[in-house]
């Protein structure tokens, strides 16, 4: 979202190798793709919602098909893509397990990055004003936001052991630095990335 | 504010780019050429050639020295080469129509529009079987002297785009920076995507699918037989004397309903009578809907050959563009090399969005640089020509990515 927090970002880029298909999901501007397909020749599709920023990915030159993700993505082929981004996307489709699922079926992988609700500061300041958060990550007042589905890292590793999902890496941003996710510090990262496949396709 | 179907049909004139204005390219005058003759025919997909072929076009702008500045432009049903730009001389080439209103895409194509003709040099051409410039079945016949009427050969889309390469050739054109069309025209731009991988960079199909539904079909069977039935129509032999006006009007009547979709027209007439007050108790034109349409159908007459309709709606029919692959869209789709912009509109229900974004994802299915976008309007097909701003907007970021 509009926050101006790349680490997401950059972590996509140095994770997908030279010259693989990438679709993201919620593409944005496309800057991701962008930065992925001039950087390192990777073949990438985006789907995007908002028709202002189909343009903008198009005037990018990154190819973007206009489609809502809580449609599926009926009519892409299983496993046609190396990998399957969802930068901070998530929290704001209204089917989120299904998104997940498709993602699970047209990627060998997928990316999912989010803001982490668990959050200590998020919390803290639930318990403290009794007023939906407003931090830096989520920056939304209640009525505005786009991120209708909150939820936390935890909830996140519940849902991939119940649908037998490996979590092949896991990242944490910490506000200032970024590092590999660790389950026992869970609640002072303010965003989570973690990079997943089925057991049955490895 | 004026309603933009007003300026569809010409009734107002208050937001056309005038002749010595920045935005307009200004007088054009259509050029013709002779691209098949006797030793050089053009050899149709019916398996029968024809020769000789005469092709109207005009351009806009200038060539670049490079020669890869070309943008070929690609009209509709009832469309001619005068995409921009004010005719000189109406008159002279007998479409004093032209003379109230600009080329049929003057909202794209000018000076610093989507269609920038101070970067690109913009060709649009008849099509063959048309009535306006190029040979059709009112050309005459070679064999008899006397115009073809049904004697003209069945064309195709496919034919359309070869005769378009000869016209890039005698241009001394390689390879167009792009193709671009609407409805049949956006057709036209997938079949050069898929006939000339090698000569297209990059396809701008609008309002346009990969073939057309079987309800476009069953429209398009009714219009031909309203003309055919005509008392006029006399075999299609017809020119010279009395012509098949009544079924050309309600051809075209029923093309018309197929452009708007339910809520243009409710906004449009909504229910209104003519007279402004209510039921005159007669079977007259009682409804405005039923006005506009048939105005839309006495006008059409006026400018357009009944023989020309039916053809041309042939082309429309016969058109699939997974012919390339053997029936199979997505082997099809894997020809294209250039990169494809596919603009469907939300309330299009003759050229469906879902048909667009199944189109989009066959090309995707094969890797190409497809992008789509589904335009929310509310005008139906007629939307093409009416988002202007919306659709230049796609456009203009497509052409010229940063």
Same mark, same amino acid.
């Given at each position: 979202?509009? #926050? ?6 950059e972590?996509?880029y ?8 990438v ?6 501007d ?7 397909i001039?950087?390192?020749g ?11 920023r189909?343009?903008?990915?198009i005037s990018?030159?990154v ?5 809502d993700?809580?449609e ?11 990998y399957v ?8 489709? #209204? ?6 699922e ?11 990055s ?7 500061q ?13 931090t ?5 007042q209640?009525?505005?936001?786009? #991120? ?13 052991e119940e649908?037998?999902?490996k979590?092949?890496q896991?990242?944490s ?8 996710f660790s389950?026992?510090?869970f609640?002072?990262?303010?965003e ?6 089925r057991?049955d396709q490895e | ?6 300026a569809? =049909?010409?009734k107002s004139d =208050?937001?056309?780019?005038?002749p010595g ?6 007088? =054009? ?26 092709v109207?076009y ?5 060539l ?9 432009i690609l009209?509709a049903?009832s469309?001619?080469?005068h ?9 002279g ?8 209103r600009p080329g ?7 000076p610093?529009?989507?269609?920038d003709?101070?970067?690109y040099?913009?060709i649009?051409s008849?099509i063959?079987?048309?009535c ?7 050309s005459?016949d ?12 069945v064309?195709?889309?496919?034919d359309?785009?070869r005769?378009?390469?000869r016209?890039v050739?005698h241009?001394?054109i390689?390879r167009?920076?792009a ?12 079949e ?11 396809a701008?199909?609008i309002?346009?699918t990969?073939r ?12 031909r ?6 008392p ?10 009395a012509?098949?006006?009544r ?5 075209r ?8 979709s339910?809520?243009s027209?409710?906004?449009?007439f ?9 039921p005159?108790?007669q ?8 006005g ?12 357009f050959?009944a023989?020309?309709y ?16 053997d ?24 050229y469906?969005p ?8 066959a090309?995707?299915r094969?890797?190409?640089r ?6 929310s309007?509310?005008y139906?097909?007629?939307a ?8 230049a907007?796609?456009v203009r970021?497509?052409l010229e990515k940063?």
């Open positions: 979202m509009a #926050n101006g927090n790349r680490f997401d970002h972590i996509i140095g994770l997908i190798p030279g010259g693989a298909t679709l993201d999901l919620g593409c944005g496309g800057e991701l793709l962008m930065s992925l001039e950087g390192k990777v073949r990438g599709l985006g789907i995007e919602k908002d028709i202002d189909v343009a903008e990915t990018r030159g190819p973007v098909l206009h489609a993700l809580d599926g993505l009926a009519g892409l082929p299983d496993r046609h893509f190396d981004v969802l930068e901070k996307t998530l929290q704001a489709v #209204n089917r989120p397990l299904f998104v997940l498709e993602m699970l079926r047209v990627g060998a992988a997928g990316i999912v989010f803001p982490n609700f668990g959050h200590w998020v919390i803290s300041s639930l318990l403290l004003t009794g007023k939906m958060p407003v830096p990550i989520l920056p939304y209640w009525h505005d936001t786009p #991120n209708i589905h909150l939820f936390t890292a935890r909830d996140f590793l519940d849902w991939a649908k037998r999902v979590i092949v896991g990242f941003w910490y506000g200032d630095r970024a590092a590999p389950e026992e510090c609640s002072l990262a303010e989570v990335l973690f990079v997943v496949s057991y | 504010m004026s309603d933009p179907l007003d569809f =049909t010409g =208050t937001k056309f780019d005038a204005t920045a935005r307009s390219v200004g007088w =054009t005058a259509p050029e013709k050429v002779r691209l098949a003759d006797e030793r050089n025919p053009l050899p149709l997909d019916c398996g029968r050639t024809i020769a000789p072929v005469d109207e005009e351009t806009y702008g200038r670049n020295q490079k020669r890869d500045n070309a943008i070929l009209h049903l469309g001619d080469a995409a921009a730009g004010w005719l000189s001389d109406p008159d080439l007998g479409r004093p129509w032209l003379k109230s049929w895409w003057d909202n794209m194509i000018g610093g529009k989507a269609f003709t101070t970067k040099f913009v649009c008849n063959l079987g048309s306006y410039g190029s040979t059709g079945p009112s005459p070679p064999e008899t002297g006397r115009p073809y009427g049904l004697r003209f050969p064309v195709t889309v496919g359309w785009v005769l378009q390469a016209l050739d241009l001394g390689r167009l920076f193709v671009a069309g609407g409805s049949l025209g956006g057709q036209q731009a997938l050069w995507a898929l006939a000339y991988p090698d000569r297209v960079e990059s701008i199909i309002a346009a990969a057309l539904s079987d309800q476009g079909l069953a429209f398009n069977a009714v219009a037989q309203a003309i055919t039935t005509d006029c129509f006399n075999g299609g032999n017809y020119y010279g004397g012509t098949p006006d079924g050309l009007a309600v051809a009547m029923l093309g018309h309903i197929t452009y708007l339910e809520i027209m409710r906004r449009k909504g229910r209104r009578f003519c007279n402004g007050y209510g005159g108790f079977l007259g034109v009682e409804f405005e809907v039923e506009y349409l048939r105005h839309q159908g006495e006008a059409f007459v006026e400018r050959d023989n020309s039916l053809y041309i709606t042939r082309a429309a029919d016969y058109y699939d563009a997974a012919k390339w692959g029936g199979d869209l997505d082997r099809a789709c894997r020809r294209i090399q250039s990169k494809a912009l596919l603009v469907s509109f939300s309330s299009d229900w003759l469906p879902a048909q667009m974004k199944e189109l989009a994802l090309m995707g094969g890797r190409k497809v992008s789509y976008a589904n335009i309007s509310s139906g097909h007629d093409f020509l009416l988002e202007v701003e919306k659709l907007h796609l970021c497509f940063r």
